[in-house]
């Protein structure tokens, strides 16, 4: 009810682009289409959409990230088996004693620093 499919698509075709014209590839999108009263698989903190993916390219959850801003993100990454999580503040607040992220960080770009050692 946030916006249209539709209307998904196109910003997600825009942001592909910017992505591409910096050199980054992205491989696939995965979204939950499903209201969060439905009892889909795919809807965080359910780790459907991760086990697609992993199923997909044979990724290797446990040396794998997951960048997030909210818990949710965070219950999806480690019921799928990503641990190295980071939870990113980007004008959300939370209670980091409550969180199970492993890294909390205020800005995304402060995560290359983190990833690359």
């Given at each position: ?9 196109k ?10 014209m ?55 990454a ?40």
């Amino acid at each position: 009810g946030y916006y249209s499919e539709g209307d998904f698509q196109k910003l997600n075709h825009w942001m592909n682009q910017q992505f591409r014209m910096n050199g980054i590839n992205i491989l696939s999108t995965y979204y939950c289409p499903h209201s969060p009263t439905a009892k889909c698989k795919c809807r965080k903190p359910k780790p459907g959409m991760f086990l697609k993916a992993q199923k997909k390219y044979n990724i290797n959850m446990k040396e794998s990230w997951l960048i997030g801003d909210k818990e949710d993100d965070i219950i999806a990454a480690n019921s799928s088996g990503i641990f190295k999580t980071i939870l990113v503040k980007s004008g959300h607040n939370f209670d980091e004693s409550k969180s199970d992220a492993k890294y909390f960080l205020k800005s995304i770009f402060d995560s290359i620093e983190l990833i690359s050692d």
